[in-house]
């Protein structure tokens, strides 16, 4: 799996875009990005993933650069249920059972 | 929205006591997962089950561990004799049979284990 790097922490005012970023520069051709989260002793929360085309659901953004070695999260009106630690995981995926290795991730404050 | 389900939410035991912690995954997945996490630290992977048997196991889960299927819908995690580390969150997770889909896991509240 490619290492990915991120921020220890980050502060986000409510309401207002958080942009969460992750570095994965020795991402292979066929490694997915993958955001999960963990709110305060609650369990991990499956956010989005892509490969390289940006992608948008419910719950956020995913932007990724050309060169993918660089991704972003965005979540466009940050509230303050959305404080929590952030996973950006690097992967490929396949059928069948797949563990989920978790990384410290960026711990992201969302501030009333 | 279906969800994973544990219980108890908090387990509290003796050294040495044997504990069972439940989990009902998401009625049509197939693959399901135990991940711990001690206090402050990483949400470490545990071990992964599909089709009544373990498909991987990490250095963790030694012989004290055991899991199991007992009826269409409950996995449990067994362990022997806790130790005092064993004192973590425990988090059941599952998630289908999908290829691109197949990293996408659902994961329980989890059971707080408390070993004293």
């Known amino acids: 799996d490619a290492k990915t790097t991120q921020p220890t922490s980050m502060d986000c005012a409510e309401g207002r875009a958080a942009n969460l970023p992750c570095n994965h520069s020795?991402?292979?051709?066929?490694?997915?990005v993958y955001w999960y989260r963990q709110i305060h002793s609650q369990g991990p929360q499956y956010i989005i993933h892509?490969?390289?085309n940006n992608e948008t659901n419910e719950m956020a953004s995913l932007i990724i650069t050309e060169d993918r070695k660089s991704s972003t999260l965005i979540l466009p009106h940050a509230t303050l249920r959305d404080t929590a630690v952030y996973y950006c995981?690097?992967?490929?995926?396949?059928?069948?059972?797949?563990?989920?290795?978790f990384g410290t991730g960026t711990k992201l404050q969302v501030i009333p | 929205e279906p969800e994973v389900t544990q219980t108890p939410s908090h387990q509290v035991t003796q050294m040495g006591q044997e504990v069972i912690l439940r989990c009902v995954p998401i009625s049509n997945h197939l693959y399901f997962y135990w991940y711990r996490q001690i206090l402050g630290q990483k949400v470490e992977f545990l071990v992964s089950?599909?089709?009544?048997?373990?498909?991987?196991k990490s250095e963790i889960f030694d012989d004290q561990f055991s899991v199991e299927r007992p009826d269409g819908s409950n996995f449990t995690l067994k362990i022997r004799s806790t130790k005092l580390e064993d004192s973590a969150m425990y988090f059941c997770?599952?998630?289908?049979?999908?290829?691109?889909?197949?990293?996408?896991?659902?994961f329980g509240p989890g059971t707080r284990l408390t070993v004293t």
């Open positions: 089950f599909y089709n009544n048997e373990i498909s991987e």
């Open positions: 997770a599952s998630s289908d049979l999908g290829l691109q889909s197949s990293y996408e896991q659902y």
């Open positions: 892509g490969l390289k």
């Open positions: 995981i690097v992967r490929v995926p396949s059928g069948g059972y797949q563990k989920v290795t």
């Open positions: 020795t991402i292979s051709g066929n490694e997915y």
